[in-house]
């Protein structure tokens, strides 16, 4: 059977191995943390993202290891590497977890056999080129194969995307890379084969595109508010019109999580470094802030002194755990700030992670649904 590895099966990986798994690959994960990795093996893994539980217990052909060395298994034909790419203080990503693994496959030496080593992280524009001669002395092939899937719903997402982004200087594992996904995809996607540097932009660009678009329809919402026009009606309409679309057009909060923002800076910050005055991305950030302080104000006058406003959610994005850069928090913690009786609903894990950061600032209530 062949059999396919991927190192770092975080919130991203563990699906993807998971879903190569069910379409017919034997799976070998690789993690660092021990506990981790036996939490894989003997299926006891805790996850919020949906439908996890139930492909790890219902697998029979994944399992995790934390020796990288493993990959050197002779069945092993395609390395996916899923491992963080963190943003530094300039917006840029930093590599340094996947430079960690090109040093330790180094130390392994030259492969007797050729092997495709793709990469799933969100890279830099320019990262790939600038390692591919290092993999190919150790006769791996490298793929830039980024995801477009959103949080809370990753399994689906992989198993129905839009287009599979293939970034290749090699078309035999561009082939290879295409062929898994056609296993693995559900639907019938669109691929879109293109240079690596093409596909570290494509990727970037996507999420530059949709904070525009997010951001846009919250701008026309706050006018329309503050003439009481009726946003919901107005962004139907321009939705309505097959060149706009009505997805991720709506009035609501701004955008947030841990994709969206750090994309856009990043995509901000090379443009800069190539002497590009990257004018949308910077301004849809700043819209983002501007919206806020829009609801911000609208609310603080809305609500009387003695009546409680209610946030159904303050995560990112409902049903998730994830706290990270959430606008509807960051405006639940101004208006409690201001004074204003805010009560929280959320599920009882996020109620804890908020209790240890805010405290009492909020009224809780649980909320499971
Ligand atoms: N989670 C998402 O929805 C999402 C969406 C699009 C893109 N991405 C990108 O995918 C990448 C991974 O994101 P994530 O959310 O899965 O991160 P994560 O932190 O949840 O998972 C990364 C995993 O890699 C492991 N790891 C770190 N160093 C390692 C090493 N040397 N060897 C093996 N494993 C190692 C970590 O222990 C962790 O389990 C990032 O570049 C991110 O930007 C994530």
């Not at 563990?14 to 036996?38: H, M, P, R």
């Not at 949906?50 to 934390?66: I, M, Q, R």
């Not at 002497?275 to 809305?302: C, G, P, R």
């Amino acid at each position: 059977m062949e059999k396919i590895a991927v190192v770092g099966i975080g919130r991203l990986g563990i699906c993807l191995a998971l879903n190569l798994e069910a379409c017919g690959y034997a799976v070998l994960g690789i993690d660092v943390s021990k506990e981790y990795v036996d939490s894989v093996n003997n299926k006891t893994l805790q996850s919020n993202e949906p439908e996890v539980s139930k492909y790890l217990s219902g697998s029979t052909n994944f399992t995790a290891s934390v020796h990288l060395k493993d990959i050197l298994d002779d069945t092993i034909k395609a390395i996916f590497i899923v491992v963080p790419t963190p943003s530094m203080p300039s917006g840029e990503f930093s590599h340094v977890y996947i430079d960690t693994i090109i040093e330790q496959l180094q130390t392994l030496g030259k492969q007797t056999v050729q092997r495709h080593l793709i990469i799933n992280s969100t890279c830099m524009p320019g990262y790939c080129n600038s390692i591919e001669k290092k993999l190919n002395d150790l006769n791996y092939t490298l793929i830039y194969n980024p995801e477009f899937i959103a949080q809370g719903s990753i399994m689906k997402d992989q198993q129905f995307p839009d287009q599979v982004l293939i970034g290749e200087n090699n078309v035999d594992a561009g082939d290879y890379v295409q062929t898994i996904y056609t296993k693995l995809c559900k639907n019938s996607p669109r691929y879109c084969r293109m240079s690596l540097i093409s596909a570290e932009i494509t990727k970037l660009a996507t999420n530059c595109f949709l904070t525009t678009k997010i951001s846009f329809a919250n701008a026309i919402g706050d006018i329309a508010t503050k003439v009481n026009g009726e946003p919901e009606k107005i962004l139907d309409a321009i939705g309505a019109d097959s060149r706009i679309g009505n997805k991720y057009f709506r009035y609501g909060f701004g955008y947030g999580g841990p994709c969206f923002p750090r994309d856009n800076k990043a995509f901000t910050k090379f443009a800069e470094n190539n002497n590009i005055s990257m004018l949308i991305s910077e301004a849809t950030d700043k819209a983002n802030q501007a919206h806020n302080d829009f609801l911000l104000e609208e609310w603080k006058v809305k609500f009387r002194e003695e009546e409680f406003i209610t946030f159904d959610s303050v995560t990112y994005k409902k049903g998730t755990d994830i706290l990270e850069e959430s606008q509807q928090l960051k405006l639940a913690v101004e208006l409690a700030k201001s004074g204003k009786k805010v009560i929280v609903k959320e599920s009882a894990v996020v109620i804890k992670m908020l209790i240890d950061k805010f405290s009492d600032l909020f009224i809780y209530q649980i909320n499971d649904n």
